[in-house]
C-alpha cells in the first residue's frame, strides 16, 4: 500500500483525523498512483469511445440505406448515449480522483458532469429495454412490425426516451450537486456531490424512481432476453414442418439468414449491456440496502466499488460499436467504404500541395 495509507492506522498523533481534512480524506480513499493510473485507463477508454462511436454513428447517418432502417435508428440512440458519456468521463474520473476532496472545477461543470452521467445511463438502459421489445415483436411477428415500426416512428422513440431519461431524474440531480467544503463533506462522499440540505429528501426520492427507472427496465430486458432465446430455439422445429407447404426453400432460408442477423445483433448488445450495467446495479442496489439499514460505506469501499463500476461501464460503450458491426454485414460493408473514403480524400488533399512545391522548384 501507498505510504499515504500509513497515516489511517497510525497513532492519535499522526491520526488521518489531525491532518487537513481535504488531505486527509484523499489518503482514506487512494493514493495517488491509483488516482493516477485510473485516470490513464479512463483517459484511454474515453479517446476509444468517442473515436469508435462518432466513425460509427456517421457511417450510418451518412448512408440513405442504413439511416432508413428502425433499429438501426436505435442503435444511434444509443451511440448518442456512448459518445456523451465518452466526453463526460474525464470530468467524472476527475470528480472520483483528483476533485474528489478539493474540486477544482466551477459548479457549473460539477453540475452537469453529474446530469450527463445520470442522463446517458438511464437513456441507455431505457433505449436497450424498448429495443428488446421491439426485437422480440420483430421476431414473433415479423409482417406486423415491419409495417408499424417505419424509421419515422423509430425516431420519435428515440427522442422520446431520451427526453423522459433527462426530465425523471437529471433535472432533480442537477438542481441539488453541489461543491461540497471539506467541512461540509461527509467521509464517505465527493466534493462535488449532493448538498447536505438536499441529502435526505435525494434518499427518499433515489428510492422511489429508481426501481422504476432502472430495476424494472432491467428486469424487462432480461425477461425479453429469456424469450427470445426461448422462441428462437423453437422456431427450427417449426420451420421444418412448414417448409414445403407454406414457403419455399429460398424464402425460408432468407428467413433464416434474417434470424441470425437479429440473435446476434441482440446477444452481443445484451452481453455488451450486462457486463457494463451489471456492475452499476449491484453498487445501486447495495447503496439502496445501506441507505435503508442506516449504515454506509467507508471511503475506501465507496471509492474501489464506484470506480471500477465507472471503468466497465466505459469498456462497454468502447464494445458496442465494434459489436454493431460485427452483427451487421451492410454496417462493416458502410464502415470499410466510409473509412476508405476518408483516408482517400485526405490522400487526396496532401498530393496537390506537394505537387505545387515541387513545380515551385
Known amino acids: 500500500m501507498e505510504s499515504g495509507f500509513g497515516y489511517y492506522n497510525t497513532t492519535v498523533t499522526n491520526n488521518y483525523t489531525t491532518m487537513d481534512p481535504e488531505l ?5 480513499m487512494f493514493s495517488y498512483s491509483e488516482a493516477l493510473a485510473m485516470n490513464i485507463i479512463i483517459g484511454v477508454l474515453c479517446v476509444v469511445g468517442i473515436a469508435s462511436n462518432a466513425i460509427t454513428f456517421a457511417v450510418i447517418a451518412s448512408s440513405p440505406r442504413l439511416n432508413k432502417m428502425a433499429f438501426n435508428i436505435f442503435l ?9 458519456s465518452a466526453v463526460d468521463s474525464i470530468f467524472i474520473i476527475y470528480r472520483m480522483t483528483y476533485g474528489a476532496a478539493s474540486y477544482g472545477l466551477p459548479l457549473f461543470i460539477c453540475k452537469i458532469t453529474v446530469t450527463v452521467d445520470f442522463t446517458t445511463t438511464i437513456a441507455t438502459i431505457h433505449l436497450v429495454m424498448v429495443f428488446c421489445i421491439l426485437r422480440l415483436l ?39 450537486v453541489s461543491i461540497k467544503s471539506a467541512v461540509e463533506r461527509k467521509s464517505t462522499g465527493f466534493s462535488c456531490a449532493i448538498a447536505d440540505e438536499w441529502a435526505s429528501l435525494a434518499e427518499l426520492y433515489r428510492s422511489i ?40 426453400h429460398s424464402t425460408s432460408k432468407s428467413n433464416m439468414s434474417n434470424e441470425k442477423v437479429a440473435t446476434l445483433q441482440v446477444s452481443l448488445i445484451l452481453l455488451s449491456f450486462f457486463f457494463g450495467y451489471g456492475p452499476f446495479l449491484g453498487y445501486s442496489w447495495i447503496v439502496l440496502k445501506k441507505m435503508a439499514a442506516g449504515s454506509k460505506f467507508s471511503s475506501r469501499e465507496n471509492w ?58
Open 76 to 84: 444511434m440512440g444509443l451511440m448518442a448515449s456512448d459518445l456523451a
Open 209 to 248: 424512481a429508481f426501481p422504476f427507472v432502472v430495476y424494472i427496465p432491467m428486469i424487462v430486458i432480461i425477461l425479453c432476453t429469456i424469450i427470445i432465446i426461448i422462441t428462437l430455439l423453437k422456431r427450427p422445429r417449426i420451420r421444418k414442418s412448414r417448409i414445403g407447404r407454406h414457403s419455399s
Open 138 to 176: 420483430s421476431i414473433k411477428y415479423p409482417l406486423k412490425i415491419s409495417v408499424y415500426l417505419t424509421s419515422k416512428v423509430a425516431k420519435i422513440c428515440v427522442i422520446v426516451l431520451w427526453i423522459e431519461s433527462a426530465l425523471v431524474m437529471s433535472v432533480f440531480y442537477f438542481i441539488i
Open 304 to 361: 474501489l466499488l464506484a470506480v471500477w463500476t465507472f471503468v466497465a461501464l466505459r469498456i462497454s460503450e468502447c464494445v458496442n460499436p465494434l459489436f454493431y458491426n460485427l452483427s451487421s454485414s451492410k454496417l462493416r460493408r458502410a464502415t470499410k467504404q466510409f473509412l476508405r473514403r476518408g483516408f482517400t480524400k485526405r490522400t487526396a488533399t496532401a498530393s496537390p500541395s506537394i505537387k505545387t512545391i515541387s513545380e515551385r522548384r
Open 24 to 28: 486527509a480524506h484523499n489518503l482514506s
